[in-house]
Each structure stands twice: as C-alpha cells, then as structure tokens.
C-alpha cells in the first residue's frame, strides 16, 4: 500500500485525537511524483506541471500537509504548484527586493546603515509557490563557514550595524548548534544589540522548535522572530504550541504575512489569521503586498484592493491587530507602508480627517 493521502492522514489524525493519541508527524514531500502519490496533484497533471519542478523547487512538510483540509484551499494553493507559474510577466524580476545591489560580501545584503540582513541558508522547510525569493533558494544550502565568518568581520568593523536580521531561505533550518554559535559570535560584537529572525518554522515544522533550539537563542542581544504565516488555516495546535515554547522563554514574536489572491484576500480571512495570531500572544508586524517575483502574478492583488482590506480591518479589529501594508519597492529602493491618507493639509495649520467610516473632521494646528 502507498502512503496515505493527507486528507486520509487527516482522517487518521483526528480519529488518533479522539483516541487521545499523539498525531504523527508525516515525512516532508519533495517533487511532484510525491504530491501525486499524496493524492495533492492529479497524476495526469504531473507531466503538464514538470517545468514548474524544472524552474522552482517544491517542498511540502508533514505539518502543512495535515493543514490542508481540500486539494485547492488557502494552505494548498500556497504549496503545491500551479501551472500559472509559468506565466512570468515583464515587471517581474529575479532579484525583486533587489538584495544583491546592496552585497558588500556574499550572503550579506547592508541596504540600511543600522541594520544588515544575513541570509545564513538558501534552503527552506517549504518552498511557497509565491516566494519572493524564489529563484534564489533551494540551490546553494548553508552559507560556507568562510563566508559567514566574512559577514561577521564585515559586521565587526561598521560600528553603524545595531540589528542583524538572519533570513535565508529559512535560518531555523540549521541545526540548534549551528544557530547557537552563530548566535554566540554575534553576541561577542559590542555594537550589535538586536537579532531578528524571521521563519516559517513553528508554523509550517513546529516539531523543529526544540528545546535546544529555544535556548541557542537565548544570549546577550534581544532576540525578536518574526514568524511567517498567511492563513489562520495553518496555524495548527502544533504551531500554536511551538509558538508558546517562544514566548514562555521570553522571546517576543511578530508576524510577517503576505497578500495573497485566493489565499487571504478578503476581510474574514485577515481578520481570522491576525486574531489567531494574537491569541497566540504573535504581534501581527507586516502585511506585505505581493512582490514582483518571477510566475507570481496569479498570486498578485492591486495596491488599492490592499488598501481596502486595511480600511475594512480598521473598523472591524483594533490596532493591536492591524500590521503594515508595506511593498517593497522594486529593484531594492526599500520598504515603505501602503497607506490610505487620512490626513490632507489644506494650508494654515488646517487639515481635513477622514475617519474609518469615511466621515470628514476638520482639524486645526496650534498657532506657534
Ligand atoms: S519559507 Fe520563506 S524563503 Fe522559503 S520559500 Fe517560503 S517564502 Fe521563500
């Protein structure tokens, strides 16, 4: 007999639940011979989707497979291959966030003077259909010691660098002991006070947060992860309890999410993910509007469809809730927030507010 398809697994899942047994983590799949096999791609698609596997990487962990409760639903659609990522448009780009302009040594991205991106790995847990990054990871694995240990020098001498942002590919993909000493050099430099880590692991392999990985991260600069997650869909007891394993060791969480059509675009969705986020004490941080990553544009919302979801949450969850609509400016100009004005100076200290409802307030500066 094969292996179960995940929606039998599911079955399985919830009938171990009732009998008050642990779920079984399933084994990862990689390629599309193994969704086909999982029953999450018709087998008579395979051949018609084998330049997707060709051009992208496809990877769907045990966690994220249990998740999904129907071949084309929100956790679905961000993993398993779509023709339409085939399509690649003329404003899309290779490098969308333009992490390569701003490389002074390989694997290091300094585009800000406080601040410096570290990707320690290309590899990733999961490979999101959507990924900004996308034609960069999966290849290369692990930066090389040499080079991390460049990325450290370079660190060491620019006294500017406050917060070291390790992203990848996925840096928790790295053994414990490996995240350990990395986090260890970084403490030994006086100047740097901040780490943020930004992952899809508790989410997508929450089995992955051990206790060894808990306390490497652990040390004398603040800590921050920013986990990755779209749908309230994938935030499972087992996330939830991962997440938990986080913050009850004192390290704050913030969310990082991406807009994405047919997965969370729409009012209910977002509010779903940023309440359950919360609820798992996670401080929902970024919204980010699809990037312009190359077969992506099936994925892609307009600016002003964002900015009407933001405006539809406003009146519905508080602010504590609410991320950032941010883009990323193509080509590596930055990050900035997509937001509505709700203030319009009209000369003299005077301004015109709207308000959530749309309801105009007339607001007057102090004369100085
Ligand atoms: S986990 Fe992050 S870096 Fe990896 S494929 Fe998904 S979005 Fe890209």
Redesign the pocket.
């Known amino acids: 007999m094969g292996r179960p398809c995940s929606f039998h697994a599911l079955l399985l899942g919830a009938a171990l639940a009732e009998k008050g047994c642990a779920m079984k983590v399933l084994r990862a799949i990689n390629g599309l011979d193994g969704l086909a096999e999982a029953g999450l791609v018709p087998r008579a698609d395979v051949a018609r989707l084998a330049p997707v596997e060709t051009a992208f ?1 496809i990877r769907v962990t045990g966690a994220m497979q249990q998740a999904m409760a129907a071949p084309d639903d929100p956790v679905a659609r ?1 993993f398993v291959p779509d023709v339409a990522e085939l399509t690649i448009r003329d404003e899309e780009l290779a490098d969308p966030i333009g992490d390569d302009a701003y490389a002074p040594v390989k694997g290091l991205t300094h585009r800000y003077p406080d601040r410096v991106i570290l990707h320690v790995t290309k ?6 259909r ?5 034609e ?3 290849e290369e694995g692990a930066l090389s010691d040499e080079a991390i240990l460049a990325a450290l020098d370079y660190i060491a001498v620019n006294p500017a660098i406050r917060e070291v942002i390790l ?4 840096p928790l993909v790295l053994s414990a002991r490996r995240i350990k000493g990395l986090m260890d050099r970084l403490c030994a430099i006086p100047h740097v006070d901040m780490v943020r880590i ?3 692991i508790p989410v ?1 392999a929450p089995e992955k947060v051990s206790a060894e990985l808990v306390s490497a991260l652990r040390g004398r600069v603040v800590v921050w992860v920013v986990v ?1 997650t779209n749908h309230a869909q994938e935030m499972t007891e087992a996330a939830e309890a991962a997440l938990a394993r986080l913050v009850d060791a004192g390290i704050p969480l913030l969310s990082q999410s ?1 807009l994405l059509r047919g997965v969370n675009d729409s009012v209910p969705a977002l509010e779903a993910l940023f309440r359950r986020l919360m609820g798992c004490r996670v401080k929902p941080y970024y919204l980010h509007h699809c990037d312009l990553a190359k077969g992506t544009s099936h994925f892609r919302t307009t600016i002003a469809e964002g900015q009407a979801l933001m405006a539809g949450l406003r009146g519905r969850v508080s602010g504590t809730l609410l991320p950032s609509y941010v883009i990323d400016i193509p080509g590596g100009f930055g990050k900035v927030p997509l937001v509505r004005d709700h203030a319009e100076p009209l000369g003299d200290g005077a301004w015109r507010i709207t308000d959530w409802r749309g309801g105009v307030h007339l607001y007057q500066d102090p004369e100085r």
Request: charged content about 25%.
């Open positions: 990487r961000q590899t990733c847990e999961v490979y999101c959507f990924c900004f990054r996308r960069a990871v999966g992203t990848g590919g996925d930004h992952t899809r997508v990755h991406v």
